[in-house]
């Protein structure tokens, strides 16, 4: 079954076709939750909420660009909202102003999966919601501000400081050496 016959199952609101929907791209998008939510609880509702809308509103899905990134951009938004729902999302540090230095960060390739979404649980919520916008899902600074309701700065200091806590986070672990 290709995409294109899962999106005409959808749009017919066909069970099996939703079924078949979720089977694929669940594990994806719960990755995806998992990455913005501490508990697996809360990510799992973030997901069916997201599947919810997904199938609610595929008629919204424009057959422009990847399908699988309309549907991440809804859990994105899913976790988001639930994020704010319990008030866990704010921005500690909010009035540090980033001098222009070099970004060095990187997360070394051989680092599981797993080893990453441990580190980014360690992280404020802040820290982590904008690090993983920007780092992993590609968001520029200004869609950030705009989707969070917060300035471009803020979602600038938040990564520098996102970033600053990963590499003390991986230097304390010995992922990284001291220097």
């Known amino acids: 079954m290709t995409e294109q016959d899962l999106i005409k199952g959808l749009r017919e609101q066909d069970p099996a076709v939703q ?22 609880e809360d990510a799992e509702e973030a997901l069916v909420s997201g599947f919810y809308k997904v199938f609610a509103h595929i008629e919204s899905y424009a057959n422009a660009g990847s399908f699988e990134g309309w549907m991440r951009r809804i859990m994105v938004n899913e976790s988001l909202m639930l994020l704010r729902k319990v008030k866990l999302l704010v921005f500690p540090g909010d009035a540090f102003i980033p001098a222009d230095e070099e970004d060095r960060f990187s997360i070394e390739a051989d680092i599981s999966a797993r ?14 919601t904008v690090f993983n916008l920007y780092v992993l899902e590609g968001y520029k600074h200004q869609e950030i501000a705009d989707l969070l309701g917060i300035s471009i700065n803020t979602s600038k200091s938040q990564l520098i400081l996102a970033k600053r806590k990963m590499q003390q986070l991986l230097k304390e672990k010995g992922i990284i050496g001291p220097g």
């Open 19 to 40: 079924k078949r929907v979720y089977d694929v791209y669940a594990p994806i998008m719960f990755a995806v939750c998992r990455r913005y939510l501490n508990t697996r």
């Open 115 to 128: 080893e990453i979404l441990a580190l980014l649980e360690e992280l404020p919520y802040g820290y982590r």
